[in-house]
């Protein structure tokens, strides 16, 4: 280990964002350690690799490969290259600010009883918008990793995201290991991207469950861009079953017994089944933030009661992990 920031991001088919990512990063302004960025394309077959490979020149690059698909396999595959002292994990559709590096080792080094850092993150369209998306805003955090929050200690499982963290080295080690049943992967159903959500939030959890404090940072800043299919409302809703069933994994082992996970279930179900009939006298075919909630709540139920009744479940889900501000209660929506 070595005093430098390591960055990392992992992409798959990230041709979109990354030309517009890799050219904010080359206008960061330098911090006090040196920088190191390491690339995991995890089996794109876009312009991924040439977008990349272009930039090596011109950016502190370190290319990798993970051939194992899914985030936190392309993550695992880089643990063996982190050497710094301060881990900045990210995405690859990010815009950081230019003191984006400063802000987060400053902190590092004026806050060394903190080990988790995360920062401000603002959605930032990049396409035409679909017409429900003005209607979510009130879900932005949960779509759209929306997050601001005053500077000082928090639940990190609660109020840090992907987009924008920062671990020591230590941390970023022991929360990169497997075994993962969260996260994005490439599984795919009709058309629609299906896996559970909340692998940032586990992998917090586990560290603050182990003693490790998190600070938030805001002056820490990201946009985070939002592409047109990201705003359509079958993606929008998808993304509600997803959240849903990671909060339904994340509460449960896989020692629970099946009363637990149907108990689960059946209070999901009902509460789904009590916004159902509100959703079909309210209509749907004008977007509405009230009747987008009201989509949102029954999807995500839904996503909570597949979960709980079909998981898959890890030993590694534990009690109390941060649901991103997924209360239970959105039934009420």
């Not at 502190?60 to 900045?88: F, I, R, T």
Request: aromatic share 8%; glycine share 10%; proline share 7%.
């Amino acid at each position: 280990m070595k005093q430098q920031i390591d960055i990392l991001f992992t992409t798959h088919n990230g041709a979109r964002t990354l030309p517009r990512m890799l050219e904010a990063l080359s206008r960061v302004s330098p911090p006090k350690r040196p920088v190191r960025i390491l690339a995991v394309n995890n089996g794109s077959t876009d312009e991924t690799a040439s977008i990349l490979a272009g930039w090596a020149g011109q950016l502190p690059l370190v290319l990798l490969h993970c051939a194992e698909p899914g985030k936190a396999a392309a993550q695992a595959s880089a643990l063996a290259h982190l050497v710094g002292d301060l881990v900045v994990i990210t995405d690859d559709d990010i815009i950081p600010e230019p003191d984006w590096l400063k802000q987060l080792e400053q902190a590092a080094d004026e806050t060394p009883e903190a080990s988790i850092f995360g920062g401000s993150i603002m959605p930032l369209p990049i396409d035409p918008v679909g017409p429900w998306y003005e209607a979510s805003a009130g879900l932005k955090a949960d779509l759209f990793a929306f997050t601001l929050y005053p500077r000082g200690f928090v639940t990190g499982a609660d109020t840090i995201f992907g987009p924008n963290m920062m671990l020591r080295h230590g941390e970023a080690l022991r929360s990169l290991k497997g075994p993962f049943v969260l996260g994005p992967s490439s599984v795919v159903r009709k058309g629609k991207r299906v896996f559970p959500l909340g692998d940032e939030s586990e992998m917090i959890a586990r560290l603050e469950r182990e003693g490790a404090k998190s600070m938030f940072v805001p002056e820490a800043r990201v946009s985070h861009m939002v592409r047109d299919f990201q705003t359509d409302l079958g993606f929008m809703l998808q993304r509600a079953q997803n959240h849903g069933r990671g909060v339904a994994i994340r509460a449960l082992k896989a020692s629970r017994g099946w009363r637990v996970r149907a108990r689960m279930a059946a209070d999901s179900l009902l509460r789904a089944a009590w916004i159902w009939p509100r959703l079909v006298l309210g209509g749907r075919s004008k977007p509405d933030a009230r009747v987008f909630g009201r989509l949102y709540g029954f999807n995500w139920h839904l996503g909570r009661a597949k979960g709980a009744l079909f998981g898959p479940f890890s030993p590694a889900a534990g009690k109390g992990a941060g649901s991103k501000g997924l209360a239970e209660d959105r039934a009420a929506l």
